[in-house]
Structures are given as C-alpha cells and as structure tokens.
Nanobody, 116 residues
Framework: QVQLVESGGGLVQPGGSLRLSCAASGSIFSIYVMGWYRQAPGKQRELVAAITSGGSTNYADSVKGRFTISRDNAKNTVYLQMNSLKPEDTAVYYC??????????WGQGTLVTVSS
C-alpha cells in the first residue's frame, strides 16, 4: 500500500511560481516511477512530469523549460517547481506512484489557479 498527499496549490498571477509537494507513505520501496498529472476543466488528464527511481525525468512539451520535477528521498517527497506560470496551467494537479502490474496510487489532488 502507498498513500500520497499533495500540497502547495493556490492562486498565482501569470508569470508567478508555485512549488507542489507530494509526500509518500506506506510501501514506498515498491515505487518505480512518480509523476505529476493535471486535469483542467473540459480537458483530459495529461502527464506533466515524471521521475523514476533512477532519477530519469520526462516532461510534457507544454511545460518543458518552465517546470522541474525533483525528489528528496530522505523525506519520501517529490516536488514540482512551476515557474513562468500561464493561465493555461490552471488545473487540478495529481501525484501518481506506479510500478508495473502491482502499483498505481493517486493523491487527492491540489488546485492551481493562474489568473490576474
């Protein structure tokens, strides 16, 4: 079992920054990859960024160069640093932890609103 809790969302002006956190607990040894997904109103869920246990990262083209995913193994926490935020970044952001065939855990989501 893995439990994920996101935090750090809120209201920010265009061009501003936020840092999201995802704290994992439970059977964290089983996690192979962790990622951030987002879902905006009227849109399908999309992968924003992911990081593997080995440290490899992937980013959506829409956030590349603006967002950075990182991890702190001592705190069992993954972060998403979001800079140069745009209104189109507005969404509920979800943390995910996965491993083939036996793990697919999700957090409760945290809302990010980018608006003047």
């Amino acid at each position: 079992q893995v439990q994920l809790v996101e935090s750090g969302g809120g209201l920010v002006q265009p061009g501003g920054s936020l840092r999201l956190s995802c704290a994992a607990s439970g059977s964290i040894f089983s996690i192979y990859v962790m990622g951030w997904y987002r879902q905006a109103p009227g849109k399908q869920r999309e992968l924003v960024a992911a990081i593997t246990s080995g440290g490899s990262t992937n980013y959506a083209d829409s956030v590349k160069g603006r967002f950075t995913i990182s991890r702190d193994n001592a705190k069992n926490t993954v972060y998403l640093q979001m800079n140069s935020l745009k209104p189109e970044d507005t969404a509920v952001y979800y943390c995910n932890a996965g491993a083939p065939r036996f793990l697919d855990a999700w957090g409760q989501g945290t809302l990010v609103t980018v608006s003047s």
